[in-house]
């Protein structure tokens, strides 16, 4: 027995010293790649096939790509962080630690965090999606105008709502009126289809959570079955409101990716984000001239006009008119010219191939009639950006 | 058709002990190993890095050791308190719930304490995170004692009634919640007044906090009351038999109630020590300890040096996963999990061995 611990003793000394030399080896090894490293803390994993870590994963590591960076070596994750001042404080430890020079944080609860490491760590950029901080040095927050996209995905609900001669559409949505990321998406959502059909009605049914698959289907089946929607948007994670649509044969506008896979015979179009547009230009700021990030980048807000967000290309199942009408509102916003959150708003008329935009100025106003922007007013896109919009507009009804 | 028995092995020898266990973890390891060469990193560096909790080459080492600290702290308190409770056979599964009952006593005074003194805002929060968890540990004990109820049961089931509270608590925005940041749209907790967090002795960049002598400290003396008090002595006659301890003239009924405020006071005060640190409350304050404390508590026969062996360990095992994972992209947390389950299994299936024998019917009887 004696023999048999020796003999025990001396492999476990082998193992460990066979790993304390392993770990010099790739202490010295790590200074061949760039020098440039890449944190980044996820709410879910990086290994997930879709939702919303998917997409920020993806577009960090096109990002990289983008600008020369080798994702397999630059970057390092730490994933399944909930919304934990403490676990989001050792994380960015273990991210300083490992010598990143920028830190990404995906999740809105991780604010707190963000804004004390900030001030802890001076020379890392830190950069925080959703959020509402920042410092003029080293800590920005980033998201998109993905409302503009959802007007769009509106209109093709709109003429395939039309062409159904079926006035109410479905959305489903993770929250209401509680955040603005949701109701905004919804109010730009139902002005969409208004422009295209002023009798549409948009019918919302909120699931409670950001993504919950079975809550998602339900959801949807009430919308289809018990509100006679035609079409189903949806805000959540999953593609189960599509798979519904496509099972009753409706229709419908994904979310976050382009869903026309699972949904092949239903899906029109999805609003979509393309991360990699933002975390290319943050990164290449931070490796250039990081001193400057906050007055070369700053806290980031784009939209179509950047390519930040968009819709995916249109399906064969949407209306003729979709493509016109949608190319004459994306111009209209890339431009400038006009935005959703105005007093103006747009119409569209007119066959395929003559398909024509009218402004007309029109207050914008909540569904229980109170007046946000007067006729002819400027756009309270602020509201979506600052994230206190909490209201309805005029056609849209909560069902549940 | 042979049929087999188990049993109890008459000799327990510690050395066996120990290689069942080197044996397991092995086992572990390599199953472990196997999946990160087909996902193509070498175990080798993978595990050197794991188990050196990714000090080599980090520039902010001492924030590691800080960091391993602050989940070594609330496990090793919570699994004493579990084990004080386990001895005397009282099945307190609610350590996650009283644990952030504590949490939160303890944070409604932080977040009013701005511009008091921090050592007697920090006193007072433990003080109030002890009374309320005890409260309802005595609460449940006493069911027990009156009614006969369901111990394991109702300890579960608190667990799941605070994990609402807190959630409830997060998520509704309000004027009387002061738990939140005023100035977020969306809910969100907020940030103790520095008066509210723990503060600690510097050793140079390093900060040995409170806490964590609070946590040593408190070792030493649930071991002399264990081993060397009439209480501690107490706890393991009822543990042993209820009967025999009501035979000697012992109250059962007392002891009950009052080892089970002291375990529950611990986690209490488990729970003050942790949001004074971090400096906040969330609900995922408890890091799990309620569930991991048991596994502590049991890997450890419920001696105390032992379970302060076992806490560091899966301290290490926890902190070092990630730090590792950290530099893999490949490799995200449910890889760490994983091979952190593995660990733990084989542990446990190396335990059964080197304790239990499998032998045929026939030799049952002689054995």
Redesign the interface.
């Known amino acids: 027995m004696k023999k048999l611990i020796s003999m025990l003793v001396t492999a476990a000394l082998a193992v460990t010293s066979v790993f304390a030399l392993a770990g010099c080896n790739s202490a010295n090894g790590g200074g061949k790649a760039s020098n440039f490293k890449v944190g980044a803390i996820y709410i879910n994993s990086q290994n997930d096939t879709s939702g919303y870590t998917y997409a920020h994963h993806h577009g960090i590591t096109e990002g990289m790509k983008k600008i020369g960076l080798d994702p397999a070596k630059d970057l390092y994750i730490v994933d399944n962080i909930p919304e934990d001042d403490e676990k989001v404080k050792q994380a960015i430890d273990q991210l300083a630690g490992n010598g990143c020079n920028i830190i990404f944080g995906i999740s809105f609860g991780y604010i707190n965090a963000f804004e004390a490491k900030a001030k802890e760590y001076p020379d890392i950029i830190f950069s925080h999606a959703t959020g509402y901080l920042s410092n003029d040095k080293n800590f920005n927050n980033y998201f998109g105008r993905i409302y503009q996209a959802r007007y769009l995905a509106g209109i093709a609900a709109g003429y395939k709502s039309l062409e159904l001669k079926n006035n109410n559409i479905g959305y489903v949505s993770a929250w209401g009126t509680e955040y603005a990321e949701t109701c905004s998406g919804i109010n730009s959502f139902a002005m969409g289809c208004m422009a295209v059909n002023p009798d549409a009605k948009i019918s919302v049914y909120e699931i409670s959570t950001w993504g919950d698959q079975q809550l998602e289907r339900q959801a949807a089946e009430t919308l289809i079955d018990t509100y006679g929607c035609c079409v189903i948007a949806q805000h959540c994670d999953s593609a189960q409101p599509q798979i519904v649509a496509n099972e009753k044969g409706v229709f419908g506008c994904g979310y976050n990716s382009d869903m026309t896979a699972e949904a092949p015979k239903a899906h029109l179009t999805a609003p979509v984000w393309n991360w990699d547009v933002y975390y290319a230009t943050a990164m290449k700021a931070a490796m250039e001239d990081p001193a400057n990030f906050m007055t070369k980048v700053g806290n980031y807000y784009e939209g179509l006009k950047a390519g930040f967000v968009d819709v995916s290309p249109l399906t064969a199942n949407c209306s003729a008119e979709t493509k016109e009408a949608i190319d004459l509102a994306k111009k209209l916003m890339t431009s400038g010219e006009w935005d959703v959150f105005s007093g103006v708003k747009l119409s569209f008329s007119g066959a395929a191939g003559s398909v024509a935009v009218a402004k007309t100025d029109a207050a914008l106003k909540t569904n229980d009639g109170t007046e946000i922007v007067a006729a002819g007013g400027a756009s309270v896109e602020d509201g979506v950006i600052q994230g206190s919009m909490n209201y309805y507009v005029e056609g849209v009804t909560q069902v549940n | 058709m042979k049929k087999y028995h188990l049993v109890r092995r008459a000799d327990a020898k510690l ?1 066996r002990t ?2 069942f266990y ?1 044996v397991g973890i092995l086992v572990s390891l390599t199953i472990g190993a196997i999946v990160l060469g087909v996902l193509g990193i ?1 175990p ?2 993978y ?3 794991m ?2 909790i ?1 000090l ?6 001492y ?2 050791i800080e ?1 391993l600290l ?1 989940i070594f702290v609330p496990l090793l308190i919570t699994s004493l308190a579990l084990s004080l409770s386990f001895k005397m056979r009282f099945w307190n599964i609610g350590g996650e719930g009283e644990f952030l009952i504590g949490a939160i006593t303890a944070s409604i005074i932080a977040f009013n304490s701005s511009g008091m003194p921090n050592f007697v805002t920090v006193l007072l929060m433990c003080l109030a995170a002890m009374i309320s968890s005890g409260i309802i540990g005595i609460a449940i004990a006493a069911l027990k004692v009156r009614f006969n109820t369901n111990e394991t049961l109702m300890t579960l089931m608190i667990n799941y009634i605070m994990l609402y509270v807190i959630r409830y608590i997060g998520e509704t925005k309000a004027d009387w919640n002061f738990f939140l ?1 005023e100035d ?3 809910p ?4 103790f007044p520095d008066s509210a967090v723990m503060t600690g002795i510097p050793m140079g960049q390093f900060k040995l906090l409170w806490s964590v002598i609070i946590a040593l400290a408190l070792t030493a003396i649930v071991y002399v009351y264990l081993k060397y008090t009439k209480q501690g002595y107490e706890i393991s006659v009822v543990g042993d038999s209820s009967a025999t301890a009501k035979y000697a003239g012992m109250s059962v009924g007392k002891i009950v109630l009052r080892t089970m405020f002291i375990s529950s006071a611990m986690i209490g005060l488990a729970a003050a020590l942790t949001v004074s ?4 409350i ?4 408890t890091n799990n300890v309620g569930w991991t404390g048991i596994i502590v508590a049991w890997l450890s026969k419920l001696s105390v040096p032992a379970v302060f062996v076992t806490s560091i360990l899966i301290s290490i095992l926890q902190y070092g996963c ?2 590792a ?3 893999y ?2 490799i ?3 890889y760490a999990d994983l091979l952190q389950g593995l660990i733990l299994f084989s542990v446990l299936v190396a335990d059964f061995a080197a304790n239990f024998k499998i032998v045929k019917k026939e030799e049952a009887k002689n054995a």
């Open positions: 050395s120990l290689i080197a070498n080798f560096d595990y050197g890095k188990f050196t990714g080599v080459g980090n520039r902010y080492g924030k590691s960091g602050k940041r977020s749209e969306r969100k907790f907020g940030t640190a971090s400096g906040t969330s609900d995922t304050v990630q730090a994972a950290t530099q992209p490949a995200d947390s449910n």
